[in-house]
C-alpha cells in the first residue's frame, strides 16, 4: 500500500513483558515520528527520526521507551517491561521533507497492559 | 520552545451553525510550519491544511476556512454550514523551520455537531 503501515494494529501484553511496535513509513519519506495518544487524549510527542540527523528523543517517557530506524526505512519502538499506563494507542507518522511537510498517519497500534 | 494550545476541550453546535476552532501557539523561530488534522471516530488522522509564516492569506475550502494572524499568533479554523460528518476531534499543530523540527500538536478540540 501507499500509505503508513503499522503493525499489529491491536497487542495485549502481561504487565512487566517487553512489546514492539513496528512502522513502515510512505516510501521516499525522510522524516518518521512516534506519537501516543492515550484515551480520549491528545497526541504526546515521543520520538522524531529525520533522514540521517540523530533522533530527537526528548518525549520519551521513561528509559523504557527506545526506538530505531533500520536503513532510514521501517521503525521499531520497543517499551520494556511495559506498566499499565502504557496503555495508548501508539501512533506512527512519517513526511517527505521534516516539519515542512504534512505528516501522515498510520492506523495506531492500541496496545493494552493487562 | 514551541508550544499550541487549543485552549476549547469541547464545543457543540447543532447542525448548519457556523463554529470557529481556535488555536494559538508559541514560537521563537521566523520560519514556522502551521497544520491542522482531523481525527474522526474511526480514529485515522486525516491532514487537512498546511500553512507557513510567511504567508498569511486565508484559505477556504468549501465549507472550511482559516485564519492565520501573526500579530496574535493565532491560526482559527472555521466550518460554515456544520454537518453531522464534522464530528470529531480536530488538532492544531506547530513545527519550526529552524532545525527543521518535530511537528508538535495542541490537545485538541472535540467538535459535536448535533442533528
Known amino acids: 500500500g501507499a500509505g503508513v503501515s503499522q503493525s499489529p494494529s491491536n497487542k495485549v501484553t502481561e504487565k512487566g513483558k517487553d512489546v514492539e511496535l513496528r512502522c513502515d513509513p510512505i516510501?521516499?519519506?525522510?522524516?518518521l515520528y512516534w506519537y501516543r495518544q492515550s484515551l480520549g487524549q491528545g497526541l504526546e510527542f515521543l520520538i522524531y527520526?529525520?533522514?540521517?540527523?540523530?533522533?530527537?528523543k526528548s518525549g520519551l517517557p521513561s528509559d523504557r521507551f527506545s526506538a530505531e530506524r533500520t536503513g532510514g526505512s521501517v521503525s521499531t519502538l520497543t517499551i520494556q517491561r511495559t506498566q499499565q499506563e502504557d496503555s495508548a494507542v501508539y501512533l506512527c507518522?512519517?513526511?517527505?521533507?521534516?516539519?515542512?511537510?504534512?505528516?501522515?498517519f498510520g492506523q495506531g497500534t492500541r496496545l493494552t497492559v493487562v | 520552545a514551541q508550544k499550541v494550545t487549543q485552549a476549547q476541550t469541547e464545543i457543540s453546535v447543532v447542525e448548519k451553525e457556523d463554529v470557529t476552532l481556535d488555536c494559538v501557539y508559541e514560537?521563537?523561530?521566523?520560519?514556522?510550519?502551521l497544520f491542522w488534522y482531523k481525527q474522526p471516530p474511526s480514529g485515522e488522522l486525516v491532514f487537512l491544511i498546511r500553512?507557513?509564516?510567511?504567508?498569511?492569506q486565508n484559505e477556504i475550502s468549501g465549507r472550511y476556512s482559516w485564519n492565520f494572524q501573526k500579530s496574535t499568533s493565532s491560526f482559527n479554523f472555521t466550518i460554515t454550514a456544520s454537518q453531522v460528518v464534522d464530528s470529531a476531534v480536530y488538532f492544531c499543530a506547530l513545527s519550526e523551520r529552524r532545525r527543521d523540527d518535530k511537528i508538535i500538536f495542541g490537545k485538541g478540540t472535540r467538535l459535536h455537531i448535533l442533528p
Open positions: 500553512r507557513n509564516s510567511f504567508d498569511e
Open positions: 514560537t521563537r523561530d521566523t520560519t514556522y510550519y
Open positions: 527520526f529525520q533522514g540521517n540527523s540523530a533522533p530527537d
Open positions: 507518522a512519517s513526511s517527505l521533507a521534516g516539519g515542512r511537510a504534512e505528516a501522515f
Open positions: 516510501s521516499g519519506h525522510t522524516a
